[in-house]
């Protein structure tokens, strides 16, 4: 694991130390959590998993040929086109 050393104001360094002691962590936990916020806040990935589901596209889901779907989400079986229609 890397580390970084990182400054803050009196202040800052207070309310960040009283808020992890509100909620029982450490200051390491808090810094994941904020981190993690961040970069999901600019549309980073966390992870390798998350990296190669973003680069194949917005969402796993296979669209089936044949299927639509109406406002509400749900699904129904279109009508195949007429015969020598296309």
Known sequence: MRGK??????????ALNLLAHDQMKDFQELADEAFRDLL?????????????RKSAGVSNVVQLRG??????GTTSQSKPPPKGAR
């Open 5 to 14: 050393r990182v400054q803050f104001d009196d202040e800052t360094w207070h």
């Open 40 to 52: 999901r806040k600019h549309g980073r990935p966390l992870d390798l998993k998350e990296a190669l």
């Open 67 to 72: 299927v639509k779907k109406d406002k509400s």
